[in-house]
C-alpha cells in the first residue's frame, strides 16, 4: 500500500499527517515550529520527525509517495518560497532542500492553496474540478482550484483575494499598503471595524455596546435580532458578496468553499452575501454554488499529500 506525508507549517506547530492514496488520515501528529535564528531547525525537524514516523512504521521508502508541504508565503511552481516572516525565512528553494534532507520527493505550496487543494479533495469542494478556497479570519485568505490543480501564479501569489480593491472611499490602509481592500471588510476585523463604524454613527442601543467586539459576537447579537448587529452583517454580507462576485466573474467556479473562523457562524453568511453577489456577477456565472469547509485544521495536510500523491 501506498502512502503520502502531508505537512503544513504555522507560526507557532507544524501539523503532519500520514495518508493512504484514498486522502485517509492514518495518523496525524505536530511539532514546535521552531523560529529562532530566522528557522533554520525547521527543514531538519520535520525531516527527523517523518524518519522517525518511517521507521517507527517499518515502511519502505518504495511505499512512500512523498511529502507534501503547506508553508506560509509566496511558494512558485518550482517550490521556491519568496519570503515567510512569521518564520523567519527569507528567500529558499523549500522542495529542494527537504528533499536532500529526506531523498524523497518533495511537492511545496502556499498554505492557503495547499488547503483549498484538501478541502477540493476531501472537503466542502468535493466532487469539484473547479473551486475556489475563500477564508475569512484575521484576513482573508484565497486558494484556487482549476481542473484539480493549484493555481500558483509565476511568483506563487495566486489566490490573494484578500487585496481586491473593492471600496475608493476607504481611507484606513489595508495590512498590505493599500486602501480599499478586500479584506479590510470580509475578515473577522473587518466585520469589528465595519460595527465600531456603525456604532460610532448612531446612539441607538445595541448589546454590541457591552463588551469588547468580536466576529462572533456580532453574528449572535444579529441571531438575537439587535437591530444594529442585524445592520452590521447586512452590510458585512454586502462587502463579502460583492468581492466574491468579482472572484466568481474571473473564474466562474463551480463552487466557492467558505472556511476560517467567520465560517463558523454558518449557512446564515450565504443568505447575507447572495444578494450584492447577484447584483455584481457576470450573469454566466450567478449560478455558482456556496459551502463551508469541512476539514478545519486536516486541510492542510489533506491537500499537502494530494499534491504528491497525484503530482
Not at 144 to 173: M, P
Not at 293 to 300: K, V
Request: glycine residues 16%; charged residues 20%; negative net charge.
Amino acid at each position: 500500500m501506498m502512502y503520502a506525508f502531508g505537512v503544513d507549517i504555522g507560526g507557532t506547530t507544524v501539523k503532519m499527517g500520514l495518508l493512504d492514496y484514498e486522502g485517509n488520515i492514518e495518523e496525524s501528529w505536530e511539532i514546535p515550529t521552531r523560529t529562532e535564528n530566522n528557522g533554520e531547525n525547521i527543514l531538519p525537524d520535520i525531516a527527523a520527525s517523518i524518519k522517525a514516523k518511517i521507521e517507527e512504521r517499518g515502511f519502505t521508502k518504495e511505499s512512500i509517495a512523498g511529502v507534501g508541504v503547506g508553508a506560509p508565503g509566496a511558494v512558485d511552481s518550482n517550490g521556491i518560497i519568496y519570503q515567510a516572516v512569521n518564520i523567519g525565512w527569507g528567500r529558499k528553494n523549500l522542495q529542494e532542500e527537504l528533499e536532500g534532507l529526506l531523498d524523497l520527493p518533495v511537492k511545496a505550496g502556499n498554505d492557503a492553496n495547499v488547503a483549498a487543494l484538501g478541502e477540493a479533495w476531501k472537503g466542502g469542494g468535493r466532487g469539484h474540478n473547479d473551486m475556489l478556497m475563500v477564508t475569512l479570519g484575521t484576513g482573508v485568505g484565497g486558494g484556487i482550484i482549476i481542473g484539480g490543480k493549484i493555481v500558483n501564479g509565476v511568483a506563487g501569489s495566486g489566490g490573494e483575494i484578500g487585496h481586491i480593491h473593492i471600496e475608493d472611499n476607504e481611507t484606513k490602509r489595508c495590512g498590505c499598503g493599500n486602501k480599499g481592500c478586500f479584506e479590510q471588510y470580509a475578515s473577522a476585523t473587518g466585520i469589528v471595524l465595519l460595527a465600531s463604524r456603525i456604532l460610532g454613527a448612531t446612539e441607538k442601543d445595541s448589546v454590541l455596546r457591552r463588551g469588547q467586539l468580536s466576529s462572533k459576537g456580532i453574528f449572535d447579537a444579529a441571531k438575537a435580532g439587535d437591530e444594529l448587529a442585524i445592520e452590521v452583517t447586512r452590510k458585512y454580507g454586502y462587502y463579502l458578496g460583492k468581492g466574491l462576485a468579482t472572484c466568481a466573474t474571473i473564474l466562474n467556479p463551480e463552487v466557492i468553499v467558505i472556511g476560517g473562523g467567520v465560517s463558523k457562524c454558518g449557512t446564515i453568511i450565504f443568505d447575507l452575501l447572495r444578494p450584492s453577489f447577484e447584483e455584481y456577477v457576470f450573469e454566466g456565472c450567478r449560478d455558482t454554488e456556496f459551502a463551508l469547509a469541512q476539514l478545519g485544521n486536516d486541510a492542510g495536510i489533506c491537500g499537502a499529500a494530494k499534491m504528491v500523491i497525484d503530482p
